[in-house]
């Protein structure tokens, strides 16, 4: 499939269904356990590089009124919370906005967060935010999508509000070894669960050039670096 065939409204659901069901395993790809072990070298790695993101979003500072879109499982919510005046998280999943919530909440930090339930394929923004993060989202929306989302992201941000979003860079070690990455340019790939149940899902990997211009086209002006290994990461503001 080429890169900018329209993606069915078919494989949308079939992504979001995957991601419901595979909500209590989620995190065991982001702390590299179980079929996303790759070995001390490689795992060390990954914890790095996420540590530099992290590095990243502090840096950023995003404070005040603060927008989470798939807000899945809440690494990157409890993150934000803690800097923002106050936080709304938007996912599709209500199995992973239960795992987001209680890890909150340990947290002493969900009095702060307001989640609600969203398709962010027909998400329009209730009002303008002063920042606004989605991490390991982007991927999954397909091109005949992109206008429309980041349309969307734009009329989210107040002028002069901040983007973060933080992706997954090309390659192998990034995900398990049954889970293939799609060949260059085709926007669908298929996922694995621990139980063996399979799914079709998104997963586009855009160069810099291609996101900035986008953004732009949203009035957002994008920068965009990477960690040396696994992440891409955007930042911008809103003209
Ligand atoms: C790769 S996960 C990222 C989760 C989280 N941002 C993180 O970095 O840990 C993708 C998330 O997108 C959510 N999702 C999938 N389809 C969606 C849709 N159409 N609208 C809103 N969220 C969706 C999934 O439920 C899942 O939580």
């Given at each position: ?59 950023a500072a995003l404070t005040g009124d603060v927008l989470e ?11 934000l919370a803690?800097t923002a005046g106050h936080l709304t ?23 702060r ?12 923004p209730?009002r303008a935010y002063d920042a606004v993060f ?19 992201v734009g009329a989210a941000l107040r002028p002069g509000g901040t983007v973060f ?55 957002i ?14 930042t911008g503001q809103r003209?």
């Amino acid at each position: 499939m080429e890169a900018n065939t329209p993606v069915p409204a078919a494989t949308l659901a079939e992504q979001q269904r995957y991601y419901r069901a595979r909500a209590a395993e989620y995190d065991e790809w982001f702390l590299r356990r179980g079929r996303y072990d790759h070995g001390p070298e490689l795992n060390a790695r990954w914890h790095a590089e996420v540590g530099q993101v992290q590095d990243a979003l502090a840096r950023a500072a995003l404070t005040g009124d603060v927008l989470e879109l798939a807000c899945g499982t809440g690494w990157w919510t409890e993150r934000l919370a803690a800097t923002a005046g106050h936080l709304t998280a938007l996912d599709a999943a209500p199995e992973t906005i239960a795992i987001n919530r209680a890890r909150l909440e340990a947290a002493g930090l969900a009095d702060r967060v307001a989640f609600a339930e969203a398709d962010l394929f027909a998400w329009r923004p209730d009002r303008a935010y002063d920042a606004v993060f989605f991490g390991f989202w982007l991927s999954h929306v397909p091109d005949d999508r992109l206008d429309a989302f980041l349309g969307a992201v734009g009329a989210a941000l107040r002028p002069g509000g901040t983007v973060f979003w933080v992706d997954s860079l090309r390659n192998e070690s990034g995900t398990a070894p049954d889970q293939p990455l799609p060949g260059p340019g085709d926007p669908l790939t298929q996922r694995r669960l621990n139980d063996g149940r399979t799914f079709r899902i998104v997963k586009r990997f855009r160069g810099r050039d291609e996101l900035v211009d986008a953004f732009g086209r949203s009035g957002i002006d994008l920068t965009v670096t990477a960690t040396p290994t696994y992440f891409q990461i955007g930042t911008g503001q809103r003209r």
